[in-house]
């Protein structure tokens, strides 16, 4: 019907393409019938060309579709979903679930294992003891119309088209194609079946978007994506150029979602979950404008609600929902190993990445597929962006399970700055509704 080459190059000499071609493309190179090399120049071609609205829509859609969607039809009311571009500490979605949950909106929550710094979502809830991630299908969906909150680790055959591609992009210097981190990340979410999606993009020294330009193109065209093809789409361009929260690790950011639920979290934690938290609560018509979201979510903080529907959440999934009143029931490391500053004045930056890195070092995330977490250790940030420090006091506690870590201690320090004026460093930098 189409031959890959005439499509090639119709791209690379800036044409768009039809639905048709974009389906036929996703479809043979699904199946294994268009080559890589054929593919990877596409990609290229793209990268160079970029793609219309209506095409990514289609890419995206077709994406989607070639492996398994989830049906959550079963599920009563509209579902959201949240995603986040990743960071460091981002502790956002064990905070996010129970407190939207709290107000009577479905949260059906599919999240992958984290590659990197730290663990993802799914490591972070194996901290807690007995907690389970593999649900059937049938089992999530009761959770949700029972509790309105489930989250369970990514199972079956989910967007093969794009880990393929993306395979591709990885060695043929492709990866900074906006329109393919979208549909990448789009096809995904819309494979797992939500209504709604609401996408955290971080932009900084720590996020894969550097500049907020590049994040807030990229949160644009998945906002229009998501609301082509009938997801309700809203985004959030925030800050990672320090560590959210206080908390990097497994275990220990467990502890910081169960003590920002109690209402006693970090600021720039707690604001960013409120950000995000109305739009997913507006999204699903559960309030009429992105203020009473807010204020809604914000009763639910103080008054207790969010922490019972955490621990109903925690029990329901065969975890230890007593750690909530005893976290030291959760894994601890067996030393505590303070970073201490050598001169007066003030943090002016911290290297998110350098930090994510001490705590890969440490054991709290992943080189490979097949390294080992340790969900005990982790990094406690005591002073962040703007905070005052004296000689001798510590800016940074260590959480090891071995005594001796010089090397972790120095790439701590390599990411903190110091100096004579105090910053401030906003957190977020624009909300992108579907207006």
């Known amino acids: 019907m189409f031959r890959m080459v005439d499509l090639i190059e119709k791209k690379r000499d800036g044409f768009t393409l039809t639905n048709q071609e974009i389906e036929w493309m996703i479809d043979g190179f699904t199946k294994g019938e268009i080559p890589d090399y054929q593919m990877s120049a596409m990609a290229m071609a793209i990268l160079f060309q970029g793609m219309t609205h209506e095409e990514l829509g289609v890419l995206t859609l077709s994406m989607a579709k070639s492996g398994d969607q989830f049906d959550l039809s079963a599920i009563h009311g509209i579902k959201v979903d949240k995603h986040s571009t990743g960071g460091v500490g981002d502790t956002t979605t064990l905070v996010l679930a129970p407190l939207v949950a709290s107000l009577g909106i479905p949260v059906a929550k599919m999240s992958g294992r984290g590659l990197g710094h730290t663990g993802g979502t799914i490591d972070k809830l194996e901290a807690i003891p007995g907690f389970k991630v593999e649900v059937s299908e049938q089992d999530f969906i009761d959770l949700v119309n029972k509790n309105k909150v489930a989250i369970a680790g990514q199972s079956g055959n989910l967007t093969p088209a794009d880990k393929k591609l993306y395979a591709l992009r990885d060695v043929t210097g492709t990866v900074q194609s906006i329109p393919l981190i979208a549909s990448s990340i789009m096809s995904k979410k819309i494979a797992s079946g939500a209504d709604a999606i609401v996408l955290d993009v971080k932009t900084g020294a720590g996020a894969f978007m550097k500049t907020v330009e590049d994040a807030q193109a990229l949160a644009t065209e998945m906002v229009a994506i998501g609301n082509q093809v009938g997801r309700r789409t809203m985004a959030v361009i925030s800050d990672m150029s320090q560590p959210l929260g206080v908390a990097i690790g497994n275990a220990n950011e467990v502890i910081e979602a169960i003590n920002t639920l109690k209402g006693n979290g970090p600021k720039d934690l707690v604001e960013l979950c409120l950000v995000l938290g109305s739009q997913m609560v507006y999204l699903a018509n559960g309030a009429s404008s992105l203020e009473e979201a807010r204020q809604k979510l914000e009763e639910n903080l103080q008054n207790g609600k969010a922490l019972e529907v955490f ?86 506690r260590i959480h090891s399970n071995q005594e001796h870590v010089e090397d972790v201690m120095s790439k701590v320090k390599e990411a903190y700055t110091i100096g004579d004026e105090k910053i401030y460093q906003p957190l977020i930098y624009k909300v992108i509704t579907s207006k």
């Open 311 to 396: 621990k109903t959440f925690i029990a329901s999934q065969g975890g230890d929902a007593s750690v909530v009143d005893d976290t030291s029931k959760l894994p601890h490391a067996l030393y505590d190993i303070d970073v201490v500053a050598d001169k007066n004045g003030y943090v002016t930056s911290i290297v998110a990445d350098d930090l994510g890195v001490a705590a890969m070092m440490l054991g709290a995330g992943r080189a490979t597929k097949e390294s080992q977490i340790d969900l005990a250790v982790g990094i406690s940030v005591l002073k962040k962006v703007g905070d005052k420090v004296v000689t001798g006091e510590p800016f940074v």
